[in-house]
């Protein structure tokens, strides 16, 4: 699937809020190392959204580009979207790295994305997955991407697109297709709003 040795790059991670920095809304405060904001241009037209941020130091704390972030990269080269057009950020602003309560995480933790978006007001949002489609978009009952994909829908009144999670498109190659197919479809909507 890559087709340089090393085409990927760290993205600069955007600092918490100070007053969120110590957030114990939720469990996840006893589980993470730290609460991770989101990374990329914090002024870019898109804002990408995940479920939760994945592992990003090795065992010796060398940063490293998760296999999430590497696909998201990949699909984003072959879609023509540049690092710097794009801020990514959570559901969650904590790593989950044992069981929780999610239901009550999200809930806990949607006043920070919210508030987030609105200090950003990016052009466009994208979301990723059927975990961040269900959260965001819950008056739909229960949303997949299988149907949200190929439409542009309406988050506060910021458009939003979703697609496969890149973890479902490394575990499903098949579905490489489609992510770009969306990807592009993301950069000619940017196109359109500017
Ligand atoms: S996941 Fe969100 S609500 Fe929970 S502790 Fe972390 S920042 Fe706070």
Not at 7 to 28: N, T
Not at 110 to 119: F, K, R, S, V, Y
Not at 127 to 154: D, Q, Y
Request: glycine residues 6%.
């Amino acid at each position: 699937m890559l087709r340089d040795a090393n085409p990927f790059v760290i993205l600069p991670e955007e600092a918490a809020p100070e007053d969120i920095q110590q957030c114990e809304r939720c469990e996840l405060s006893k589980q993470r190392t730290r609460v991770i904001w989101g990374e990329g241009n914090p002024d870019a037209p898109i804002v990408f959204i995940l479920d939760n941020p994945g592992a990003r130091e090795d065992r010796e704390g060398n940063a490293f580009l998760c296999g999430t972030r590497e696909t998201l990269q990949y699909g984003m080269r072959e879609a023509g979207i540049s690092v710097d057009e794009v801020y990514v950020t959570y559901l969650l602003k904590c790593r989950p790295i044992r069981a929780y309560n999610k239901p009550e995480a999200r809930e806990a933790c949607a006043p920070h994305l919210q508030m987030q978006l609105l200090a950003k007001r990016p052009l466009v949002l994208f979301g990723f997955g059927n975990i961040v489609a269900e959260t965001l978009l819950p008056l739909n009952e229960n949303p997949t991407v299988k149907e949200l994909r190929g439409s542009w829908h309406s988050l506060r009144g910021t458009p939003i697109g979703f697609t496969y999670h890149p973890l479902a498109v490394r575990r499903r190659p098949n579905l490489m297709k489609i992510f770009v197919d969306d990807l592009t479809a993301l950069k000619d909507k940017l196109k359109e709003l500017t």
